[in-house]
Every structure is written in structure tokens, then in C-alpha cells.
């Protein structure tokens, strides 16, 4: 699973979700599901806009969590 850190970024940079959407002009929903880890997909330009405003890279936000493999009982 992919799991999403901008809840740790915007904690580092002492920032709120309101302020993240003001900086980059992202829709305060969009942003609180990204908050939250609840989005279903991420378009490039808001990614582009989080990393520009945060001073990041893409991987800083992103990160890969191998699922857990099934029983083989």
C-alpha cells in the first residue's frame, strides 16, 4: 500500500491544512483527504504544488508499505 505523509509534513513545517490550500490553491477536501489517507488518487499538478509549497520531494510524501503477504494455510 502507498501511504501518504502529509500529515508528518505539514506537522514539521508547524502548518495547517487550511494553509497548505491557500499556498497551493488546492480544494480544502482534496487536501483533508490527503491529510486523512483517504484519497483514492493523487493528480500530478497537486503533487507538484505540495512539494514546491513544502519544499519537498515526491518520495518525502509518498511512501511504499509492502502488504502483508496471505496466510498459506
Request: hydrophobic letters at 30%; aromatic letters at 2%; one cysteine or more.
Amino acid at each position: 500500500m502507498i501511504k501518504i505523509k502529509l500529515s508528518d509534513l505539514l506537522g514539521k513545517h508547524k502548518m495547517t491544512q487550511r494553509a497548505l490550500t491557500m499556498k497551493t490553491g488546492i480544494r480544502p477536501g482534496t487536501v483533508s483527504k490527503l491529510y486523512h489517507e483517504t484519497t483514492q488518487r493523487l493528480e500530478v499538478d497537486h503533487l507538484n504544488e505540495i512539494c514546491k509549497t513544502l519544499d519537498c520531494q515526491p518520495g518525502d510524501l509518498l511512501e511504499y508499505i509492502p502488504d502483508e503477504a496471505p496466510d498459506s494455510h
